[in-house]
């Protein structure tokens, strides 16, 4: 798997409560770290004024979040533990505000950044054709290997994913 660029810096030790200046790594987003608490990544999304949104009427891992000024994230559990595998930011249709408002790497890309963005910050990743992702692999803090991966709708980011698998994440309902 392709391997994130000498550009990649560690986030910074305290995020803030805006989602605006929290940065996107291989350790998540942001104070959601994967491997981490939902309870404790619930908190920090509340704090940084996001509300819970109801699960829908089916049975999922994920707990969804909402915000008027940046995009949706959604949490996904460890087959219904507390403990995090997969932290997904974006999805559908987002204000200005929004787009305006939500975590970036530290090369700044994030919601609405185009494919020759994603290429340049992450010369090493690797574009799936069939699923319309771009994927960059390489070692968290705690030296496993995990996954970030852009999801483009018409030429730009549209929602991308941390996680600890290769593979992309479904949680149908």
Do not use: H, K
């Amino acid at each position: 798997m392709p391997t994130l660029g000498p550009s990649e810096a560690a986030p910074p030790a305290e995020p803030g409560s805006d989602p605006a200046t929290w940065i996107v790594d291989l350790d998540g987003v942001g104070p959601i770290r994967v491997g981490g608490s939902i309870a404790e990544a619930s908190d920090a999304l509340v704090a940084a004024a996001y509300a819970t949104q109801p699960p829908g009427s089916c049975e999922s891992t994920a707990v969804n979040f909402a915000s008027a000024r940046a995009a949706p994230i959604v949490l996904y559990s460890d087959e219904g533990t507390d403990r995090m595998g997969v932290v997904t930011v974006g999805g559908g249709v987002l204000s200005v505000e929004q787009r305006a408002g939500s975590p970036r790497t530290i090369d700044g890309i994030g919601i609405g950044s185009t494919l020759a963005d994603v290429q340049s910050a992450f010369p090493g990743g690797s574009m799936e054709e069939i699923n319309g992702r771009f994927v960059v692999s390489g070692n968290a803090s705690s030296g496993s290997t995990q996954y970030l991966t852009f999801l483009f709708f018409e030429g730009a980011v549209e929602q991308f994913t941390v996680q600890e698998r290769p593979t992309r994440y479904w949680d149908f309902c």
